[in-house]
Each structure stands twice: as C-alpha cells, then as structure tokens.
C-alpha cells in the first residue's frame, strides 16, 4: 500500500511536477548541435529533479564520444539559468543505453524531415 499525501504534500507535488514540465519545455529550446532537434526529443534528458533554487538535471549522449558534450551542458546551463526560481544548475551525466527508441515522435519527424531517418 502506498503513502497517503496530506493535503500540503499533493500540492507541493503538484508544484514539483509543474516546475518540472517548465524545465522540460525550457529544454527544448536547446537543440542538439549536429541536428535541429532538441535534447528533450532526443531523448537526452534522463531526469529533471529540485533541491531549492538548483536544478539537477540527468543528461546522457548518444555515444560516449561526443565532441559537443561541453557545449550541450554549457546550453543547458544558460537556458535554464534565465528561468525564475533556478539559481544553479548541476548536470550529471550518466550513461544509460540510448537507442532511437528513446527519441520522441516530434524528434523522429523533425529528423526525418532534414533527411536523417
């Protein structure tokens, strides 16, 4: 049986999740650099999470290669860093198995349409 949420916690938990879409729409405005397509769609981001006014943000790669990782996290950073309530910003990268699967149907057309897929 799971927890049961007070009144007070639902509504930070509703609180939490809107931030948490605020953060992902913010994110699709930083857009891979080889593609026109954003890391969200990508499916590069891997976990979005708050602790006060920081913003812990899980990024991954498609191979561990990648020469713009340092200008993909830089992006992350100055894009959310304009947003109200984000101070800081701590990136983890972590290397979880990404594969076309985890790229968003909009991101499958949008890369489909510049001739990739």
Not at 37 to 43: K, N, T
Not at 83 to 91: A, L, N, P, Q, W
């Amino acid at each position: 049986m799971g927890a049961v949420l007070s009144g007070g916690e639902l509504g930070k938990e509703a609180m939490e999740g809107r931030r948490t879409e605020e953060v992902r729409d913010a994110l699709r405005e930083v857009l891979d650099p080889e593609y026109p397509i954003s890391l969200v769609d990508l499916g590069l981001i891997r976990g979005i999470e708050f602790e006060g006014t920081k913003a812990k943000i899980r990024l991954t790669y498609t191979c561990m290669g990648c020469p713009a990782m340092d200008m993909i996290q830089d992006d992350v950073r100055e894009r959310l860093i304009e947003m109200e309530g984000i101070d800081e910003v701590e990136i983890e990268v972590v290397w979880e198995t990404w594969s076309r699967k985890d790229i968003t149907p909009l991101g499958k057309k949008q890369l489909r349409d510049v001739g990739v897929v």
